[in-house]
């Protein structure tokens, strides 16, 4: 009997012990390099001064145009840019802008301040085409880049706020520049760069996720 009971136990005890080998395995599977990039990748509104490599950058753009598209219609037109005139030229003008209201003053004027584009030294276009599915194209393919990158070790920003700046009369000159297509309308703008800062990530709501049964 008591042989019987100490057979019992071990069994168990063997059970529970593979149990959790599986779930420390399963946990391993889900812990590759593509989660951990996925959740370490942060905004980045500090950079280091050089562009990034643009060889490097090409290779992010392509990941960008790998993206899922609706139809493969592939609404997009992305222009890169690493130039330091076009880069400050564009500020210039952003910065008088600025300077017109208190809050937009206070973002210029503060020392951290370099460029326009979150300080990113390496900006990316993305212009959108008449589809149905144009806006969610961009999206996927700015992650796309944007993952791409911080599996390079390379920082990123979205930046809506450009978007309205560069549609602007006083900066028609900049955008002419992008040689968009005339049927094309710019809809996102990303920053790519070493980056000079690592910032935490912001809560997320998990509560916003569900299960239906
Ligand atoms: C479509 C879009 C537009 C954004 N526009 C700006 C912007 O104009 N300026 C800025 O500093 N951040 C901008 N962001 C970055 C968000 O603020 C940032 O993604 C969000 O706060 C979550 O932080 P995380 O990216 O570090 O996880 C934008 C992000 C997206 C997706």
Do not use: H
Request: charge should be negative.
């Amino acid at each position: 009997m008591k042989k019987l009971f100490l057979y019992i136990m071990t069994a168990t005890l063997l059970l529970s012990g593979c149990n959790s080998n599986q779930d420390k395995q399963t946990q391993n599977d889900m812990n590759n390099e593509v989660i951990e990039t996925i959740m370490a990748r942060r905004s980045i509104r500090a950079y280091k001064p050089q562009a990034v490599e643009r060889e490097i950058m090409n290779q992010i753009v392509k990941c960008g145009i790998n993206a899922p598209n609706g139809m493969n219609a592939q609404p997009w037109e992305v222009r890169i840019v690493d130039n330091p005139e076009f880069i400050d030229g564009c500020t210039k003008i952003f910065v008088e802008r600025m300077k017109q209201d208190p809050r937009g003053a206070k973002m210029v004027e503060d020392p951290s301040f370099k460029n326009m584009f979150r300080n990113a030294p390496t900006v990316v276009f993305i212009a959108i085409g008449d589809s149905r599915f144009a806006q969610i194209d961009c999206g996927l393919m700015a992650q796309n880049m944007m993952l791409a990158a911080k599996s390079l070790g390379i920082g990123s920003i979205a930046l809506g706020s450009p978007v309205d700046f560069f549609k602007s009369e006083e900066a028609a000159e900049y955008y002419n520049k992008l040689e968009f297509p005339e049927n094309y309308t710019l809809a996102l703008v990303l920053g790519f760069g070493y980056p000079d800062e690592s910032p935490d990530a912001k809560p997320r709501d998990e509560s916003k996720i569900r299960w239906i049964e």
